[in-house]
């Protein structure tokens, strides 16, 4: 049986909404190279290396409204970064899948980076280091 995962003081997730957790599984993992950690209930907590991701849907707590009233929503511009050896090979099989992109490739001396959405429009950024 597999230890469940439990988050140890000091340890940093990020947590997106979701409007369709099974659909946001699904991208992630067969888009991202993320493989599912554990699900339960209306969370899920995947993982691409170091990051771990808590994908919480509309019925969790996580998302339910503020106690002024204000409702929780995906999207935004935070987002995570996920860093690749070759940007255009990255972006291939998504603009195949129809992903939608928010920008072209930006260049700087920094790299180059460009911002996709996930199914609920919560951005990921897919960054390439300046080559040495």
Do not use: C
Not at 64 to 79: I, L, V
Not at 88 to 97: N, Q, S
Not at 103 to 109: F, K, Q, R, T
């Amino acid at each position: 049986m597999t230890k469940p995962f439990v988050p140890e003081p000091g340890d940093a997730i990020v947590r997106y909404l979701v409007a369709d957790l099974d659909r946001a599984i699904a991208f992630y993992t067969r888009s991202l190279d993320f493989h599912v950690v554990v699900q339960a209930g209306p969370v899920a907590t995947i993982a691409r290396g170091a990051l771990h991701l808590l994908l919480s849907g509309t019925a969790s707590s996580g998302a339910r409204a503020m106690s002024g009233g204000a409702q929780q929503s995906p999207g935004g511009w935070n987002r995570i970064v996920l860093y690749v050896d070759d940007l255009d090979a990255a972006i291939a099989p998504l603009e195949k899948a129809s992903v939608h992109f928010r920008n072209a490739v930006e260049s700087g001396p920094g790299g180059r980076q460009i911002l996709l959405d996930d199914p609920d429009g919560n951005p990921i950024e897919l960054h390439e280091a300046p080559k040495r």
